[in-house]
């Protein structure tokens, strides 16, 4: 078995005053893929925040480890350290992430500079490339806001990988893609892990995408983990009612 | 597998970088179209104004010269200055005067009026100019680290010095300003016409309530900006705060800053009356002031005439300014 890279232990966290995690536990090892499913409002997103530390959401109990270290317990300068080179985001809604006014080489730039790297054109096309961009140069020289939501989506994907971070957030990295390009780039997101030893950690509301690609999953519902196991396991022998049903409602991704 | 291509067609949604150039230059142009008859339809109201307002300046002016007024001399000075002939008459001669750069000849001293404007315009200009660079260095940095340290020590202080400043009225802080460094510490004089040791306490008397709202603004725009979503992402990237605050965040804030700056430079030009007249400060403000209460029509139409050419072409520059900085405002032309 590979080392531990983040280790989650009996977690309990809130937003505001409201609990929205309960006794949350799992481990992921180096190059490991777990996948988190469930419905909207069960604190999937949550869960990727408080790895993340930017937004206010309030650990209450239990802890987070990366590599050992407590995530919550650190200071924040620190915790902001880990992000991107260590720790990357695939976030949720991908034009966001993106200055609206400025040219993507720009962003770009910033983004491996603050890395400590050297930036280089030529990387940086390669890594649109590898995503499915085509014209990588001319989308390095578009604001985001010309660009449409699936290619967003892409750029995103590219620049989370650049820093070529050893644990990778993803929130329903593939939501804004159509269903081919979606498995896609799951198998994109999928073969990078393998090749570079990536973690993965993704939160996603599609079982499919879970199956195809996922070491282990857990399922989450009302702010627990009801159900976590080997990926295999879990979609044969679901234990839980819950599960089952979600099983079931699943459309098939062939 | 191989991933699927995003195809050519739906590359660009918007427009390519020339369309997006000549979409500007349409702008501009329908901007300086717009601009003329903003300026023609002034030029006719303050004329009718002028025209409308009670007072003779025939009578006026024979009166300064201490003689005793009798009908006739009256209507001769009428006839003399051009009094009696139609209104369109009058107003298109000196319409056409004005695009040639004659305002007229004043009617206290019987000077040219557009030698006096310019000599106003310049001197208030360096006041305006001064004023408004003491604001912004000094508005910048305290509004961007009041916001950076929000609720922190200096966000209060700054908090209180700003409203103190901004609820402070000019004519007040300018005999402050003036009993304190020119009757206690005798650091400038109490006029000094020109010069630029004459120029200090009249900025700092504007620039003191200009810098007060302007560290609120730029304090409440780089809050609204710092909470976008791609700071957030930023953030995520692990990119460098200094990058997010100077390269994104001020930038992106800067487009409203500017267009408050550009309002307020108008203001300034013709707003500054009070200053220029407690400072002696020869600007257009003071020579308007005293053309009202000589009654010197040819001056007065000539200053809101400039004035109002500025204001507007002020704010186109700042419309231009702002298109350039946030690029998809000129999109969806």
Redesign the interface.
């Known amino acids: 078995m590979a080392k531990e890279l983040l280790k989650i232990r009996n977690l309990y966290a809130s937003y505001g005053e409201e609990p929205v995690l309960l006794d949350i536990s799992f481990d992921i090892p180096e190059g490991g893929i777990f996948c988190i499913v469930g419905e909207s409002g069960s604190g999937k997103s949550t869960l990727l925040k408080a790895v993340?530390g930017?937004?206010r959401v309030l650990v209450t109990g239990g802890d987070i480890l990366y590599e050992g270290r407590s995530l919550p317990g650190m200071p924040d300068r620190e915790h902001?350290?880990?992000?991107?080179?260590e720790i990357?985001?695939i976030?949720q809604?991908p034009a966001?992430?993106?200055?609206?006014?400025?040219r993507l080489r720009?962003?770009i730039r910033?983004?491996v500079?603050?890395?400590g790297m050297a930036y280089s054109e030529k990387a940086a096309v390669e890594a649109f490339g590898a995503?499915?961009?085509?014209?990588p140069e001319?989308v390095l020289s578009?604001?985001p806001?010309?660009?449409?939501g699936?290619?967003n989506q892409?750029i995103?994907i590219a620049?989370?990988l650049l820093?070529e971070p050893r644990l990778l957030l993803c929130d329903e990295a593939t939501s804004a893609l159509d269903v081919?390009?979606a498995g896609?780039?799951v198998?994109?997101l999928f073969s990078l892990s393998r090749s570079r030893n990536t973690a993965l950690l993704m939160v996603t509301h599609h079982l499919g995408i879970a199956k195809r690609m996922s070491d282990r999953i857990g399922i989450m519902k009302d702010g627990q983990l009801i159900e976590t196991g080997s990926t295999e396991e879990v979609l044969a022998r679901p234990r839980e009612e819950y599960t089952r049903r979600l099983l079931a409602a699943v459309p098939r991704l062939s | 597998m191989q991933i699927p291509m995003a195809d050519d067609y739906t590359f660009f949604r918007h427009r390519r970088r020339d369309q997006y150039v000549i979409n500007m230059m349409r702008r501009i142009l329908l901007r300086i179209i717009q601009l003329i008859f903003i300026l023609l339809i002034l030029s006719f109201l303050v004329f009718l104004l002028m025209y409308l307002a009670p007072g003779d300046a025939a009578e006026k002016r024979l009166m300064s010269q201490g003689v005793a007024v009798t009908k006739e001399m009256l209507t001769a000075e009428r006839e003399r200055m051009g009094l009696l002939r139609p209104f369109f008459v009058r107003y298109g001669e000196w319409l056409f005067g004005v695009l040639r750069g004659d305002f007229g000849l004043s009617v206290k001293d019987d000077l040219p009026v557009a030698p006096k404007l310019l000599a106003g315009l310049k001197n208030t200009t360096a006041l305006a100019g001064g004023s408004l660079l003491l604001t912004l260095l000094f508005a910048f940095p305290a509004g961007i680290l009041s916001a950076v340290r929000q609720g922190g020590i200096p966000d209060h202080i700054l908090r209180i010095l700003s409203f103190a400043g901004n609820s402070m009225p000019n004519f007040l802080l300018s005999i402050l300003l003036m009993y304190a460094f020119c009757v206690r510490i005798r650091l400038f004089p109490i006029i000094a016409e020109g010069g630029i040791e004459g120029l200090v306490l009249p900025s700092l008397s504007l620039a003191i309530p200009m810098a007060s709202r302007f560290i609120r603004q730029i304090r409440a725009e780089i809050l609204t900006e710092l909470s976008a979503e791609y700071v957030r992402g930023m953030r995520a990237r692990g990119v460098k705060e200094r990058y997010i605050l100077f390269g994104n965040v001020l930038r992106n804030a800067s487009g409203h800053i500017l267009t408050t700056i550009g309002l307020q430079v108008g203001t300034l030009m013709g707003g500054s009356v009070v200053v220029e007249s407690i400072f002696r400060w020869p600007g257009i403000g003071k020579l308007v002031m005293d053309s009202i209460t000589a009654r010197d029509y040819p001056v007065i139409m000539g200053f809101v005439l400039v004035m109002g050419t500025i204001y507007v072409v002020i704010n186109l520059l700042t419309d231009i300014a702002y298109r350039v900085l946030d690029p998809r405002t000129s999109t969806h032309a």
């Open positions: 993340l930017l937004d902001r350290k880990l992000l991107g080179r990357g985001l976030p809604n966001g992430s993106f200055n609206p006014t400025r720009a962003q910033e983004t500079e603050s890395q995503v499915g961009l085509t014209n001319k578009s604001r806001y010309e660009l449409s699936g290619m892409r995103a620049a989370a820093p081919v390009t896609a780039v198998d994109e």
